[in-house]
């Protein structure tokens, strides 16, 4: 019985330390991004036009998706649902959201230095008629997901006021498909409800 115990202790041991080193390694992956590496791979892979997914594919969302300003662009793969362009000579990456709409957005992600990257930014315009600021979340960014936090510098991200809080952008299918999240807070904590939306690359 105690040679069981033992063997089952070690086992347990081995298994645990297999998954902290895989965590460890993920973590270490991430961390070799830079923040011009992953501005350079976001203009490199967004650059397009990018239609709203049609409805039975708007999964793990919070029904943004059904708001009567955008539900015909739902399933429409010739209407543009979101979309990116570098611009002022390779220094911005602009993102239209929602264009021709009533809930167009805009979004600017930029350097702190085109030359000295060391901070990736972003100002969202927003139709809750704010501007917050956020910043790069390297720890959490990968090659097909990046993650961007208000910047808690700022007196909005500290704020009450209804603002979006965090933005994380998901590729999949060989990057042909993007889960654009933008999560709203208020009174210092996450709402219920976010603008959580699904698009296919046209």
Not at 133 to 146: G, P, V, Y
Request: hydrophobic fraction near 35%; aromatic fraction near 8%; glycine fraction near 4%.
């Amino acid at each position: 019985m105690k040679k069981i115990l033992l063997f089952l202790i070690i086992v347990g041991a081995i298994t645990f330390t297999a998954v902290q080193a895989k965590e460890e390694l993920r973590k270490a992956e991430a961390n070799k991004l830079t923040a011009m590496d992953v501005y350079k791979l976001m203009g490199f892979v967004l650059s397009d036009s990018w239609s709203l997914s049609p409805k039975e594919e708007q999964v793990d969302t919070t029904g943004a998706h059904e708001n009567k300003a955008i539900i015909h662009l739902v399933g429409d793969n010739k209407a543009v649902g979101t979309k990116y362009k570098v611009i002022g000579s390779g220094a911005t990456l602009e993102e239209v959201l929602l264009p021709d709409t009533k809930k167009s957005m805009v979004t600017m992600y930029h350097c702190n230095s085109y030359t000295n990257c060391t901070k990736l930014k972003a100002t969202h315009y927003c139709a809750k008629k704010n501007q917050p600021q956020f910043l790069l979340n390297l720890e959490e960014t990968r090659k097909d997901k990046f993650v961007f936090d208000c910047d808690m510098s700022t007196e909005l991200c500290n704020s009450d006021e209804d603002h979006i809080h965090k933005m994380i952008f998901e590729l999949s299918e060989e990057d042909s498909h993007l889960k654009a999240s933008y999560l709203a807070w208020k009174d210092k904590k996450l709402r219920d409800k976010h603008s959580i939306y699904h698009f296919d690359r046209m």
